[in-house]
Each structure stands twice: as structure tokens, then as C-alpha cells.
């Protein structure tokens, strides 16, 4: 069925209908002004973090990989990490955000996500990841326990499901993300 994305497992939980429209409608979307800027707001933030320590991140001494892409059929996921950081046999995940809320479920799987991807493809252990909120350099620890790891499973096999019935999920009942949405104008009874 091919890999999926591990951002398809935060969409998941954000709004199940932008995952379909991912899926069954392909290169539909407009990219929102948003996120544009949060590309931008990464490139920016991967010189700087090259400065800063690793004590926040309880990882001091460890190495540095931004932007690694990687896959595992096992999993059925492939994603690019936005930093690596590995000390020995331990590893841990950061993602940048642009953001000025908090850690969202749907950070938490997609975090979860990319642990489960380091770990399938490097053989190191990671029992925690971490959101960097970009507005304000604020860093957040996420565990990722097996509850987690199960949710991202049965997301997996949940978005496979909707990708071989086509069948349309309910919108999300947070109203307020549909006005940011690039898929605003497919949803047709929630406006």
C-alpha cells in the first residue's frame, strides 16, 4: 500500500478529512500562508539551534542530524526528522513548531511516530521526544510509552483503511481549525 507519511498521523488526529483529501485527492490542497512561514521559520531556527546546548534536551554530548529521511516498510512510515540528537544507544527526536499553543495530541503522535521510525531503522531506544515551539524557544518533553505507540499502530492501519474505502470522515468538531484549513473549500457542509 505504500508508506505514509508520519505527518499523516498528526493530521490524523487534527482532522481525519485532511488526511483523505492527502490520500484519495492528491496535490489538492493550497498550502496556507501558515505554513509557508513555518518553512521558513525551520531553516531559521536549524542555524541557531547549532549554537545552543543540549541541556534542555538532557542529551549533552550528543550528536546532531537535522532533516534525516527515513522509512521502514515494517511500520508503513517514512518522514523526515527535523533533528536527531544520539549519544550512544539512546536517541532522541525534535520537532520544530510554529506555534504558540502547547502539545496537542497530534504533536504527541506525530512525535511518537518518528520515535518509532528511529528506532525500526537505527536500532536506538527513544523514550522521549521533544516539541520546540519556535515563537518563544520553549521546549517540551513528550514521552512516548506504549499507549502512544499503540495509537500511532492502529492510526496506521486506520488511514490504510480510509485510503482502500475512500470514504469520507466526519470534519472535526473544532470548528475554529477549519478556517486556517488549505482544504477549506472541499468542505462543503461544514461551511
Not at 73 to 86: A, F, H, I, P, Q
Not at 90 to 97: G, N, P, R, S, T
Not at 106 to 116: F, I
Not at 160 to 189: M, W
Amino acid at each position: 500500500m505504500g508508506m505514509l507519511a508520519v505527518t499523516e498521523l498528526k493530521q490524523w488526529v487534527y482532522c481525519q478529512r485532511i488526511v483523505y483529501y492527502h490520500q484519495v485527492m492528491p496535490g489538492a490542497g493550497q498550502a496556507t500562508y501558515k505554513m509557508k512561514e513555518g518553512a521558513l521559520a525551520q531553516d531559521m531556527i536549524e542555524s541557531l539551534e547549532m549554537r545552543r546546548t543540549l541541556k534542555e534536551y538532557r542529551m549533552e554530548g550528543a550528536s546532531r542530524q537535522f532533516g534525516l529521511w527515513l522509512s521502514d516498510e515494517g511500520l508503513g512510515l517514512s518522514g523526515k526528522v527535523d533533528l536527531l540528537l544520539r549519544r550512544g544507544d539512546a536517541a532522541a527526536v525534535v520537532d520544530f513548531k510554529l506555534t504558540s499553543g502547547g502539545v496537542g495530541e497530534n504533536h504527541r503522535m506525530q512525535l511518537a511516530g518518528y520515535a518509532m521510525l528511529v528506532e525500526a531503522t537505527m536500532g536506538v531506544a527513544v523514550p522521549v521526544t521533544f516539541l520546540f515551539r519556535i515563537p518563544d524557544n520553549e521546549v517540551f518533553a513528550v514521552p512516548v510509552d506504549e499507549e502512544l505507540r499503540g495509537k500511532v499502530r492502529a492510526a496506521v492501519v486506520a488511514i490504510r483503511r480510509l485510503k482502500e474505502t475512500e470514504e469520507l470522515p466526519e470534519a472535526t468538531e473544532v470548528r475554529g481549525r477549519c478556517i486556517e484549513c488549505e482544504y477549506a473549500n472541499y468542505c462543503g457542509d461544514v461551511w
